[in-house]
Structures are given as C-alpha cells and as structure tokens.
C-alpha cells in the first residue's frame, strides 16, 4: 500500500466518524462556538482523548489565537496528529501521551501546561471508552485543574436506555440509515480506515504499541446522559446542562 499523508489520514478519519455520527460537523460548530462564547477569543484548550486531531483542528481554525494540548494514549493516533497539526498550527498545538484511565493524568496534564490554568477541556466521540467509575474521575480531574468560570464541553453518544425503549430503537435506526448512506457513498468503514493506518511506512511499531496497551481494556456499559450531568455535578461544576441534541447524541457542558 501507498504511504498516505497524515493530513489525508485525518481527512479520511473524519469521513469514516461521520459515517456513524449524523451531523458530525453541526456538533463541531456548537462546541467551538460554546468555547468563544464561555472562553473567549485566545483560550488555552486541553482537547482530552484527541485522537488523530478532529476537534483540535476545528478549534484552532475557528479561534486563530487559541492554544491546544491534546490528550491522548493511542500512540498511532497522536503520531497522526502531531504530523497532520504541528505543520499548520505550529507552537499552538502541543500532543501529550496519558492514560485517562490512569489518576495521574492530571498531573501530566499540569505539568505539560507549565502552571498555566486551562479555560477548557473538550471532548469528542471518545470518552465513552471509559468505565463510568473512570469518566467521574476524569470530569473531577477536570474541574480541579480549571479556574473559576472554566468549562468542559463533551459531544457524544449517550444512549438511551430501558426507560426510553422507542426513543433508543429510532436513534439505532437512525444509526443504521446513516451508516448505510455514508457507507454507500464510499465513506470508509472503521476497520479499513484503521487497515490503512496501520498499513502506512513506520506505523507497524505504533500499532503493536497500540495494540498492548488497550488489549486488556474492558468495554464500558453505554451511559445516558443524565448519568454524565450527574457525574459534571458531582465533580464540582456548578453549571451543568445540554448545549446540543440530535436523538442520543448530545453535547454537555459543565461550567465550574
């Protein structure tokens, strides 16, 4: 296979997460708009689970003075976005390998910030990997690493559960419209985005880290979204609530 760039790499990725995430780019606009409202124009952004960069890029695009440190332990896809971001966003976007699932992420984090205190923590379509117990942790080392008025924005899916049973069976036949169109247009599906990857010259090393750090992982239980402003609350965010919804897809937002 042909060597891909990092930037066609990040641009593929998203084609693949739109194909499971209906109005992707509607839940992008929201949260960065969100962040210049309740930051400002200039804020210091901890983007937690980064990933290959996604929402990183959009709020460095769309706030041209903000700053960005991107949390992540997957070793693949930090190398993507260090290649893909750094070119184009230079001292403005800094990676960071840590482990959420790990207490001692804060301090990397605060370490990595040199004393400064973050305005925001950002997430997307990517804590869900976390146990519950984990996901309270990691929104309690959140809101003990922000200032007053600072904010944590998390867009993802939080299904519906038993006490919404014909609300959870639309939002899967939603899933699976979505899916099916996206995947019919010749977006990739998850498993060959990641085939090509790890398929790109240097990636092997990467992936076989990959692989040995989350192989023992256990695979949450999907949480609803009273759960997670249940758990904003009770990490000392005095302002929770909702900022965006389409079904079971929501943005949250926690303002300490």
Known sequence: MSAVDPATLLTSWDGQQAAYIADREARFRIMVEVL???CGDAPLVVDLACGPGSLSTRALDALPQATVLAVDHDPL???????????????????????????????LVADALGGRTP?????TTALHWLTPDALVRVYAGAAALLGEGGILLNGDHFRFDGRNPVLRR?????????????????????????????????????AA???ARFADRPAPP??????????LAQA???GVGTVWQLLDDYVVLGVK
Not at 78 to 96: C, E, Y
Not at 178 to 201: F, K, L, S, V
């Open 119 to 123: 305005d925001a923590f950002i997430s």
């Open 209 to 211: 880290l990959r692989d």
């Open 77 to 107: 896809l930090l190398d993507i976005a260090t290649r893909a971001l750094r070119p184009v966003h230079g001292d403005r976007f800094t990676t960071l390998d840590a482990d959420l699932a790990d207490e001692s992420w804060p301090e």
């Open 36 to 38: 210049r409202l309740a």
């Open 170 to 206: 639309l939002a899967a036949a939603h899933d699976d419209e979505t899916q099916r169109r996206a995947h019919t247009a010749g977006a990739p599906t998850w498993e060959a985005w990641w085939d090509t990857a790890r398929a790109q010259p240097g990636a092997a090393s990467l």
């Open 222 to 231: 999907p949480t609803a979204v009273d759960f997670h402003l249940a758990a």
């Open 236 to 238: 000392g965010f005095t």
